[in-house]
């Protein structure tokens, strides 16, 4: 599925703060890499945050 980049940064916030408040990390990080959203970064180009985005049909 293509997201919008609403939705994109919608996904990787959302993550983000998962991650700030001790969610594990799904990937493999280097031990000086502490930014959240750079971390949500990088598992939305690698495909594994498990949130999706259910959208109407109109």
């Given at each position: 599925?293509?997201?919008?980049?609403?939705?994109?940064?919608?996904?990787?916030?959302?993550r983000?703060?998962?991650?700030?408040?001790g969610a594990?990390?799904?990937?493999?990080?280097?031990?000086?890499l502490?930014?959240?959203?750079?971390?949500?970064?990088?598992?939305?180009?690698?495909?594994?945050?498990?949130?999706?985005?259910?959208?109407?049909?109109?």
């Amino acid at each position: 599925m293509k997201y919008t980049r609403f939705e994109k940064a919608r996904i990787i916030g959302a993550r983000a703060l998962q991650i700030s408040m001790g969610a594990p990390i799904l990937i493999g990080v280097p031990e000086d890499l502490l930014d959240p959203v750079k971390i949500a970064m990088i598992e939305y180009e690698k495909g594994v945050i498990p949130i999706t985005v259910l959208r109407e049909n109109n």
